[in-house]
């Protein structure tokens, strides 16, 4: 089974404070993806990454930064909270090529922001 | 620009009947189309898939069309059953015929409810 971690299911955090969200897999997949979901908006591509210290801007990056230094680790990172980053946000990894596998998702976490 | 349409919110079903979830979407470069099924509090399950060189998929109970020239897929669950009550989104890669590791485009999702 594909196992895809995220640190924390819920977070609270005040405006402008720095935020980490982090992604572990065990599955050695070499693609990973940050998404957030909101009511009526669906899933949006954040940031993804295909490689070892390579990152790719997804379709909403604004506010939003993401580090991978380890190949099962992806993070992201909010420099400066506010509080429309209140949202679901998930994780997901693939293996290569993307367009030939599914993704598969971690469990969420649940970020406010005050 | 949304180029991926779930047009329908929601969608109530009875048990044992068909439940079918429509999907559109725009961009012609798409050529894989994922179907995930989401409960509150979980991050999204993968549930099937289809390549641009089908236009049927089967597995189990669900079936996912598509229909290349009208850009428009469609998932069939039958019998529907209560545990199918959940959001489903469509999915939509360009992977194929990009070859790159772009993520999916999402639907803004479908809430199915099964009714007794």
């Known amino acids: 089974d594909v196992k895809v971690t995220q640190s924390s299911r819920y977070l609270v955090k005040r405006t402008g404070e720095k935020v980490f969200l982090e992604c572990v897999q065990d599955?050695?997949?070499?693609?990973m993806f940050w998404y957030r979901q909101d009511p009526g908006l669906g899933l949006r591509l954040i940031y993804f990454s295909y490689d070892v210290k390579m990152k790719e801007k997804g379709d909403i990056p604004e506010g939003y930064s993401v580090s991978r230094e380890k190949k099962e680790r992806f993070s992201l990172i909010l420099e400066s909270a506010s509080t429309n980053q209140t949202s679901m946000y998930l994780c997901?990894?693939?293996?290569?090529?993307?367009?030939?596998?599914?993704?598969?998702f971690g469990p969420g976490t649940r970020l406010t922001v005050l | 620009d949304q180029q991926v349409k779930q047009n329908s919110p929601s969608l109530s079903v009875q048990e044992g009947r068909i439940s079918i979830l429509n999907c559109d979407y725009t961009?012609?470069?798409?050529?894989?189309f994922l179907w995930y099924k989401k409960y509150p509090a979980e991050g999204p399950t993968f549930l099937i898939s289809?390549?641009?060189?089908?236009d049927k998929n089967e597995d189990g109970r669900f079936t996912v069309f598509l229909n290349k020239s009208a850009k428009h897929l469609s998932l069939h669950i039958v019998p529907s059953q209560p545990g199918d009550s959940a959001v489903y989104f469509c999915a939509a890669s360009a992977g194929y015929s990009g070859g790159g590791a772009d993520g999916l485009t999402f639907g803004k999702g479908t809430h199915l409810i099964i009714q007794p």
């Open positions: 599955m050695d997949h070499e693609n």
């Open positions: 997901a990894l693939s293996r290569a090529p993307t367009g030939l596998n599914e993704q598969f």
């Open positions: 289809i390549s641009s060189i089908k």
């Open positions: 961009n012609s470069m798409f050529d894989y």
